[in-house]
């Protein structure tokens, strides 16, 4: 019998963000049920009830790391990633959260929260290329619908994505 390749696997994962790169992704269903077979969407917790399961083909990862807990996280994720996608600002640069690098965050904690004391938080919000090693940053805020495409379509082609180096026209 002949050997059947595998339905690549994608993951999802959200970090510290506002959830846009994410809704960029769930309006790609139209596009998505143009790949039905060729990639399963194997773990999206935002969109799915799919387990936390094993290893991925790809993770697409959306946020930026401000806790201890994410920065453990982040390590897991690409663990168990074959390839490591970041989506948006949030994820390739820090995202708004990142105003925090310039200021004092218990400042923050203490103005926003009850008991601050409560609040485990790091003091800088920096990008996932940061923590761990990534294979493509897809930037944006949120990202662009035919670039998440593209860089989907490639992955599964085997090739690399071809975007825009710069997200405004400097010509
Ligand atoms: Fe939201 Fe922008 Fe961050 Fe995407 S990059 S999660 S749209 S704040």
């Known amino acids: 019998m002949a050997?059947?390749?595998?339905?690549?696997?994608?993951?999802?994962?959200?970090?510290?963000s506002c959830d846009g790169c994410q809704l960029t992704l769930l309006d790609c269903e139209d596009e998505f049920?143009?790949?039905?077979?060729?990639?399963?969407?194997?773990?999206?917790?935002?969109a799915t009830r799919g387990?936390?399961?094993?290893?991925y083909d790809l993770s697409l990862v959306e946020g930026s790391i401000t806790t201890p807990h994410d920065a453990e996280r982040i390590r897991e994720v690409r663990r168990r990633s074959a390839h490591l996608v970041t989506i948006g600002a949030c994820a390739t640069a820090g995202g708004i959260q990142g105003?925090?690098?310039?200021?004092?965050?218990?400042?923050?904690a203490a103005v926003v929260y009850a008991r601050p004391d409560y609040i485990a938080t790091l003091a800088t919000s920096t990008p996932i290329a940061d923590h761990v090693s990534v294979d493509f940053e897809l930037r944006?805020?949120?990202?662009?619908?035919?670039?998440?495409?593209?860089?989907?379509?490639?992955?599964?082609?085997?090739?690399?994505?071809?975007?825009?180096?710069h997200s405004v026209c400097l010509d």
């Not at 049920?33 to 399963?40: H, I, M, R, S, W």
């Not at 690098?101 to 923050?108: L, S």
């Not at 662009?144 to 860089?151: D, F, I, M, S």
């Open 51 to 55: 387990q936390l399961r094993g290893r």
């Open 140 to 165: 944006g805020c949120p990202i662009a619908k035919h670039q998440l495409l593209e860089v989907i379509t490639a992955f599964l082609a085997g090739r690399r994505p071809v975007t825009p180096a």
């Open 33 to 46: 049920l143009g790949l039905a077979g060729a990639v399963e969407i194997a773990y999206f917790p935002e």
């Open 99 to 108: 105003l925090r690098n310039f200021a004092d965050v218990r400042e923050y």
């Open 3 to 16: 050997n059947r390749r595998a339905t690549p696997r994608l993951a999802v994962w959200k970090f510290a």
